[in-house]
Structure formats: C-alpha cells, structure tokens
C-alpha cells in the first residue's frame, strides 16, 4: 500500500465492511436489477420524481431510517430538505453500483477482511444505529477489523447524517480526527 498517498481515511454510514451488503439477501436480489449500467437511469429519474415533494421525500426518507420519519422529519429544517432533494437530484450509478454490489458478495467476505486489517492510515468510521440504508453492525465490524480506527456514532436519524441535529457532531468528529 501506498500510505503516502492516503495518510487518513474516513469513512461516513460505510459499507460493505466483512459483512455481505446489501444486508437482505432479496436487497442483494434486487439491487442488480434496479441499478444495473441501464435500468439505472429509470430508477434514478423516478428517485427524483418522488423526492420532488415533502411527501415523496418523506416516503423516500422513511426507507433510509430505522425510525419512524414522524419522529425526526420536524427537526429538518427547509434547508435540510432542500439539500436531501439536491441530493437525490444528483444521484447516479453508473455501473459503479454494480462493481459495488459484486464486490460486497459474501463469498468476498474474507479478501473485504484481509484488505480492512492491512490499512496502514488512521481511520475515522461515522454511522448511525437509525442509518436505514446501512446497518450499524458494518461500523462495528470495521472497528474489529481495521487497526487505527475510531468508531463515532453520528445519532442521525437517517442515512443522510450531514443533515438536520446530527450535522455537528459529525463535522466535531471530522475536525477532531483531522487535527489527531
């Protein structure tokens, strides 16, 4: 490894870690189709379609939450909202997702295992227990698994941590780790 050239890295609601991603097996069924090179696209237009409104984002916010949306979605702010839509307005996957999605197959489990022991960089891991899009059980096998880590946890009520209460503790965190 080059350690030069990546001397920190952090990784925010991350996966996959050793564990297989997505976390249900008719996730990993489905994925594929929803996100293959071409399907893509329609998938990502009808995102942007129903995160147009507050209720189509509340819909779509609900799915990226252990929570329930009623619970956290007052203590968004216009802002919040507005950035959550830009977001999701931006989103493509390309063939990445894909790439991901075979990478993060639970046969690979153990080369995913013998690549997160060998990083030679301190590293900051951020996730929420309420992140629906990534389960907390990833953050915490990062922390078994990568040598120089420091696990935080955000509180976000989602998966987008960046947004509503949750956003200073995350950016406390950043700061902290970059001035270690």
């Not at 976390?23 to 994925?31: C, G, S, V």
């Not at 071409?38 to 009808?46: E, G, I, V």
């Not at 942007?48 to 779509?60: H, I, K, P, Q, W």
């Amino acid at each position: 490894m080059l350690p030069h050239l990546a001397p920190l890295l952090a990784l925010h609601s991350c996966a996959p870690s050793t564990l297989p991603d997505p976390d249900a097996f008719t996730e990993r069924l489905a994925a594929p189709l929803a996100f293959g090179p071409r399907p893509q696209r329609l998938t990502w237009r009808a995102v942007r379609v129903l995160t147009a409104s507050d209720r189509g984002l509340r819909v779509m916010m609900s799915s990226l939450s252990r929570l329930p949306v009623r619970q956290w979605w007052s203590q968004w702010s216009r802002d919040d909202r507005a950035a959550a839509r830009e977001t999701f307005s931006m989103m493509g996957s390309g063939s990445g997702f894909v790439t991901d999605l075979r990478q993060a197959r639970p046969e690979r489990s153990s080369y995913r295992e013998s690549t997160l022991r060998s990083l030679p960089c301190p590293t900051l891991v951020t996730a929420s227990r309420h992140d629906g899009g990534v389960a907390f059980e990833h953050a915490e096998d990062f922390g078994r698994t990568i040598p120089r880590v420091r696990l935080v946890e955000t509180g976000a009520p989602s998966h987008f941590h960046w947004l509503g209460a949750s956003r200073g503790s995350v950016s406390r965190a950043v700061r902290e780790f970059l001035a270690a």
